[in-house]
Structures are given as C-alpha cells and as structure tokens.
C-alpha cells in the first residue's frame, strides 16, 4: 500500500557531527513533504518542508534533499547539539499540504551523544 | 499568542464512556485536525476542518466526531470509548492552504481506555 516510512528507529551520532535521516515515500503523487520534529511529552514541531518541484531545500543548520526518482526524501542535521534529540518524522500531502491530509512515517530516534 | 491549547492533559475512561476533547487556536487559523499517535508510530489523521461549518474525515475516523461552530474551537466526541482509542491525541491549525500551511500542534490529550 501506499506508505511513509523511514529505514532506521534509532541513530546516534555524536555531538557536533552531522546527522542524516531518511524516509522513503511510495505514493508518487505526494507533491509536498514536512520534516517534525518531537520532543518527548509534547506535540510535533516543523523543521522544514520541499514541494516536489525541487530537489534541495536548506534551512538554519537543516536541509531537506529530495530524491523523485527513487521516492526518497532525507534531512540533513548540521553539526548536531544536545537539542536536537528527539524523534523525527517525515510526512507526505498529496494536496500541497492542504488540511486534508498529511501522511507520517513511523519516525527515527536521535541520540546525541556528548 | 497561547497558540494550541487542548485539554485534558490527561484522560481515563471505562469502555463505554462519552467524552469530549477539547481544542482551540487564538490564531486565527482557517484550517484544524485531529490526529492519535500509538506507541511507536506516526500520526495518523482523524477529522480535519478546512473552516468553521466545514469538516471532513481523515485516515482514521470510526468512534470519532468533530464539529466546527466557530474558527477557534474544533472539538474532538468520542462516542462510545473503546481501549483500541487509548492513544495521545494531538490537534494541529494551519493559516490555510500553501504556502501559509505550516502546521501548529498543540501539547496533546493523553487518554486511556479501560
């Protein structure tokens, strides 16, 4: 079926170093993706987000890269902190990120240690 | 701003109980919805709100009802509580659609069913 889904639970990287997620997507409709970000006891927090008409998208120390050929989407952490432990999940719209629907992926624990 | 706010932080229901869970934005944010997270897992989409008289339903929406009398308020009924609904509960609002899409979650309901 159609699904969002990420290919690690858990990674750990060391402070300071970068960190890579990855999701991988088979709806090749979805036109839009959303990076969250959670922190444990509270709600989801957006990271960034890509429309499928591009393929990099770069924020303060986050960048998105998207991969249409081979429905693969990853976030890239630059020089981690203690502050970016928390689950990350990736989500999908097929609507441009209308209200109807964001699709998530089961999410990826990073563990920062010092 | 106070941003998302849901109550109950917390919730215990005995199988077959009613409730409602409550959620209300203060900025002025057309769109709402309602997702769970179970253990483990992404969010999965329950109602969703593209404005006030206006809902509609998401993944996941069987025991559920929503309604959405004014912009800031969109309600979350549980019929009929069930154990299968022991999950956390989050409400999200965004201003609209693309590019003003990014999505605010509240702190989250987190209910048992017994």
């Known amino acids: 079926g159609e699904s969002v889904g990420l290919h690690l639970p858990t990674l750990s990287v060391q402070e300071g170093d970068n960190s890579i997620i990855n999701c991988a997507y088979s709806?090749?409709?979805?036109?839009?993706f959303i990076w969250y970000k959670q922190e444990s006891g509270k709600g989801p927090q957006f990271i960034i987000d890509i429309r499928s008409n591009m393929d990099k998208r770069q924020g303060q120390r986050v960048t998105v890269l998207l991969n249409k050929t081979v429905k693969h989407l990853s976030l890239q952490i630059a020089a981690t902190q203690p502050g970016d432990s928390a689950v990350y999940f990736c989500?999908?719209?097929?609507?441009?990120?209308?209200?109807?629907?964001?699709?998530f992926g089961k999410g990826t624990h990073l563990i920062i240690q010092p | 701003n106070a941003g998302v706010t849901q109550t109950p932080k917390f919730q215990v229901l005995k199988t077959g109980q009613s409730m409602t869970l409550q959620c209300a934005q203060d900025m002025n944010h057309e769109y709402m919805s309602w997702y769970r997270q179970d253990p483990g897992m992404g969010l999965r989409l329950i109602h969703y709100?593209?404005?006030?008289?206006?809902?509609d339903q998401g993944e996941v929406p069987n025991g559920y009802n929503v309604s959405r009398s004014t912009t800031e308020d969109f309600p979350l009924r549980l019929l009929s509580a069930a154990p299968s609904q022991t999950s956390v509960y989050f409400c999200a609002s965004q201003p609209g659609a693309y590019p003003n899409n990014e999505q605010f979650f509240g702190p989250g309901t987190r209910l048992t069913v017994l």
């Open positions: 709806n090749s409709a979805s036109d839009y």
């Open positions: 709100s593209v404005g006030a008289g206006i809902t």
């Open positions: 989500a999908e719209s097929r609507s441009g990120g209308g209200a109807d629907g964001l699709t």
